[in-house]
């Protein structure tokens, strides 16, 4: 069974980084996958900000994300990472992973999904 544990949420200074981690279990990295990160803000819909695939060797960003986020995985662990830097108030959401074989902007792509992780940016 895939699951999906996100986890380094927190409240934070706006200009602050954080580090969010997605552990994944049920499979592994040498495998054909695709991680991706989204995020909901309170009163908004879901949207995607980042994803890493493994098959193409490539990550994507959201045009929003401003240079600011960067995906990372680290196969030794299982562990998909999302550093966002210089962080803001309209940051503020939680944040999910999810997983497939191929990167989507669409949260529905995704077969395996987590329960996601809060980030609160304070002014």
């Known amino acids: 069974e895939v699951q999906l544990v996100e986890s380094g949420g927190g409240l934070v200074q706006a200009g602050g980084s954080l580090r969010l981690s997605c552990a994944a279990s049920?499979?592994?990295?040498?495998?054909?996958?695709?991680i991706g990160w989204f995020r909901q803000a309170p009163g908004k819909g879901r949207e995607g900000v980042a994803c890493?695939?493994?098959?193409?060797?490539?990550?994507y960003y959201a045009d929003d994300v401003g240079g600011r986020f960067t995906i990372s995985s680290d196969s030794a662990t299982n562990t998909v990472y999302l550093q966002i830097n210089r962080l803001k108030p309209e940051d503020t959401a939680v944040y999910y992973c999810?997983?497939?074989?191929?990167?989507?902007?669409?949260?529905?792509?995704?077969?395996?999904r987590g329960q996601g992780t809060q980030v609160t940016v304070s002014s």
């Open positions: 999810a997983a497939d074989s191929s990167c989507s902007s669409s949260w529905y792509w995704y077969d395996y």
């Open positions: 049920g499979f592994t990295f040498d495998e054909d996958y695709a």
């Open positions: 890493i695939s493994s098959r193409h060797g490539s990550a």
